[in-house]
């Protein structure tokens, strides 16, 4: 059974930074694809980061301020957020289907105000 559990997020002015992680199991994480996803208030899923064997990549609206990495010897994902704007405020999640954005843990909720 796949199992993804996010954490770090809170409440963060704007221009602070988060460091997010995601602990995974139930599958074979070192050769996965994964992504961080999330969803603001009203809205839908937003794809954010992919990191796989090609490398990473960004949503436009992140680009040169989240940066996606892994830790492979220890099955977590992490995003790092810096430069956090209003417009971050989401539930964050983090899935291995960067492309059904499914399955997903419970999230991890950042708010950013101030």
């Known amino acids: 059974e796949v199992q993804l559990v996010e954490s770090g997020g809170g409440l963060v002015q704007p221009g602070g930074s988060l460091r997010l992680s995601c602990v995974a199991s139930?599958?074979?994480?070192?050769?996965?694809?994964m992504a961080w996803v999330r969803q603001a208030p009203g809205t839908g899923l937003d794809w954010i980061a992919t990191?796989?064997?090609?490398?990473?990549y960004y949503a436009p609206s992140v680009r040169g301020r989240f940066t996606i990495s892994r830790d492979d010897l220890k099955n977590t994902l992490y995003l790092q957020l810096n430069n956090l704007r209003t417009e971050d405020t989401a539930m964050y999640y983090c899935t291995n289907n960067p492309i059904l954005k499914t399955p997903r843990g419970q999230g991890t909720q950042v708010t950013v105000s101030s």
């Open positions: 990191i796989n064997t090609g490398g990473t």
């Open positions: 139930g599958f074979d994480f070192p050769i996965s694809s």
